[in-house]
């Protein structure tokens, strides 16, 4: 299987919403009318409907492919996971499993958040604005915006590993000249 082709998204900002339980409906109500490119992580899907839905885990796409496609969204699916891509016909990205920023490959960094920021510089964005990348519990100890995933999906959330990780991550995005805003 060969890496599918990489939108251009050269020029334009794009908006990484995630799963964190800071997201609101509002929120993603205010970034789809806005002029930008969109890519939205796991079930984050069920509140807008972006350019690109982007999930790292094969174990989501087996859980959550059949609701997605059910709902007829627009949103263009990619995965680093090659037996997810090849299974339920995916866009696949090349993985590379170090630390930081990739390129060619992606890096996921442990999630899927980071891994569609890596996503987005490779399209082509320079620009990248964070929504729901929370990297901590709510304050009613929530872990995301929705209730738990369902069993098998995996429920431990490692924060101080994806805070480390997400260092590296910035260090490779501010060499290569990308502004993140964590919103």
Not at 4 to 17: E, I, Q
Not at 113 to 127: K, Q, V
Request: glycine share 8%; with cysteine.
């Amino acid at each position: 299987m060969n890496p599918s082709k990489l939108p251009d998204w050269r020029g334009h900002t794009a908006v990484v919403l995630a799963s964190g339980p800071s997201l609101t409906l509002e929120q993603c109500k205010l970034v789809e009318a806005a002029p930008v490119k969109t890519i939205v992580t796991n079930s984050t899907w069920r509140l807008i409907d972006a350019d690109v839905l982007y999930a790292c885990d094969y174990l989501w796409w087996k859980t959550c492919i059949a609701e997605f496609r059910a709902a007829k969204r627009r949103s263009v699916l990619w995965t680093q996971d090659r037996s997810a891509a090849e299974r339920w016909g995916l866009n696949w990205v090349r993985q590379d499993s170090r630390p930081g920023l990739g390129n060619p490959g992606l890096r996921t960094n442990g999630n899927s958040g980071m891994g569609a920021i890596n996503l987005a510089y490779l399209f082509g964005a320079r620009r990248i604005l964070l929504v729901g990348m929370d990297m901590k519990l709510g304050a009613d100890g929530a872990k995301h915006w929705h209730a738990d995933h369902p069993k098998p999906l995996v429920q431990g959330l490692v924060f101080q590993d994806w805070k480390h990780k997400s260092r590296e991550l910035a260090k490779g995005l501010k060499a290569a000249g990308v502004e993140v805003v964590n919103c």
